[in-house]
């Protein structure tokens, strides 16, 4: 009895995971065009990048100073002060 009805259970869960394998595929290639397509002052920040040797290479001085310039000026910073109860 068990076996008769883990076949069924077999197949449907095999038929749903090539379902949603293929699903996951299309949404994918469309997350990686739309990031593509962003820039980095779309989102208020500088793309990643690498050295060759793979380190990540964080943010110099003057980009850092600048988002806080960019931030301030826009009321960013103000938003996040009172969301969080910050610069009191």
Do not use: F
């Amino acid at each position: 009895m068990k076996i008769l009805t883990l076949i069924p259970v077999a197949v449907l869960t095999l038929g749903m995971t090539l379902a949603y394998s293929n699903e996951n595929a299309d949404t994918s290639s469309t997350a990686s065009n739309s990031n593509a397509a962003m820039t980095s002052d779309a989102v208020g920040g500088t793309l990643a990048s690498g050295s060759d040797s793979g380190a990540h290479v964080g943010k110099t001085r003057a980009e850092v100073y600048q988002e806080l310039w960019r931030a301030e000026k826009d009321g960013t910073l103000n938003r996040l002060n009172a969301l969080y109860g910050g610069g009191n």
